[in-house]
Nanobody, 124 residues
Framework: QVQLVESGGGLVQAGDSLRLSCTASGRTISQYIMGWFRQAPGKQREFVAALSSTGTRTEYGDSVKGRFTVSRDNAKNTVYLQMNSLKAEDTAAYYC?????????????????WGQGTQVTVSS
């Protein structure tokens, strides 16, 4: 079993930056594809980013391309989401997830482990 805990959320202003962290326990995540999703009130959960186990391949949702960067430190069992040029529409609960699939996938159904989420609020 993999337990995931997100941190780093908060209240920021539009244009600011924020870095989310996702720390795993119970098992090393070095063999897992790691993903970030978000869910705003009244909306479906949305794919944000995914990162291969080696960190060499990434995938981003269209709404965050060029602004967000996903990275990982397998030695620390941690994944990061660097968010720059934040907009009010980025306001959501952000979730970290782990997948044992072999290719990067954007559908949440492919991720078997999930964190509890961290709230990001961007004021305009």
């Amino acid at each position: 079993q993999v337990q995931l805990v997100e941190s780093g959320g908060g209240l920021v202003q539009a244009g600011d930056s924020l870095r989310l962290s996702c720390t795993a326990s119970g098992r090393t995540i070095s063999q897992y594809i790691m993903g970030w999703f978000r869910q705003a009130p009244g909306k479906q959960r949305e794919f944000v980013a995914a990162l291969s186990s080696t960190g060499t391949r990434t995938e981003y949702g269209d709404s965050v391309k060029g602004r967000f960067t996903v990275s990982r430190d397998n030695a620390k069992n941690t994944v990061y989401l660097q968010m720059n040029s934040l907009k009010a529409e980025d306001t959501a609960a952000y979730y970290c997830a782990a997948s044992n699939r072999l290719v990067l996938l954007t559908s949440e159904s492919n991720y078997g482990y999930w964190g509890q989420g961290t709230q990001v609020t961007v004021s305009s």
